[in-house]
């Protein structure tokens, strides 16, 4: 389904409250092998905005599209569908296990989609290796570095293959060379597999690396 458009916005409004409107109007798509950069202040709405592409929030008005189904007003069951086998989130900070191993925290979530522990520890395995982790997969969480953790998050992120990463400033706790390791990894997913990632960044040497940067600003958003 869905063509070459993995996500749209089309004019989205967001007010939390009657009558203080946070975000107006918002069109936006991210096609399929597209990298698409957010920017914009604190407070000004980015996190608002990938909440309501990821479904987690609905929109005060608009219509939210994935894989070309609009889902604004879609039954509750087919946005934990399309949740579950079509889009993840990375965030800033990591929410790895600290019980488990680097390993099972990558196996954990093809358990949860489904697959057998065999085909999940392969491709956890396989993943681990391609992010330079192989050497730590029975390591504890608490027994790597912070630029390690937010690389087993990420490998996490993407081990169920997402067509739609929404990576909410999944560097900004990072030094200016983990940031670029992560970002770069992130976008070579994404363009090996023809997936798509919208992702929020205050970091201009990274968002200028991205296929197309939008900035939010005054409640709307600006091309750069
Ligand atoms: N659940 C909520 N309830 C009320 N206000 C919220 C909620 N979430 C966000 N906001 C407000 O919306 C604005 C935008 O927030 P956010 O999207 O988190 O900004 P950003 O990610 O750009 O820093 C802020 O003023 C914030 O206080
Ligand atoms: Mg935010």
Known sequence: MGGNVALELTSI????????????????SVARGQVVALTG????????????????DQPTSGVVTIDGVNCTQASNKYKTHIRRSFLSFVYQFHY???ELSVLENVILPQL????????????????LEKF?????????????????RQRVAIARSIVNSPKLLLADEPTGNLDPT???NVFLLLCSYVKENNNSMLIVTHNHLLAEKADCVLQLKNQSLVKL
């Open 13 to 28: 409004n967001k007010s939390f409250k009657k009558g203080s409107t946070v975000i107006q109007d918002i069109n936006l």
């Open 132 to 148: 330079g982790l192989e050497n730590k997969a029975s390591s504890m969480i608490s027994e790597i570095s912070g630029g390690e």
């Open 96 to 98: 790895l296990l600290q």
């Open 41 to 56: 202040s604190s407070g000004s709405g980015k996190t608002t905005i990938l909440q309501i592409a990821g479904l987690l």
């Open 178 to 180: 983990n940031s670029l």
């Open 112 to 127: 949860i989609a489904g697959k057998s522990k065999t085909e999940a520890v392969r491709n956890s395995q396989a993943i």
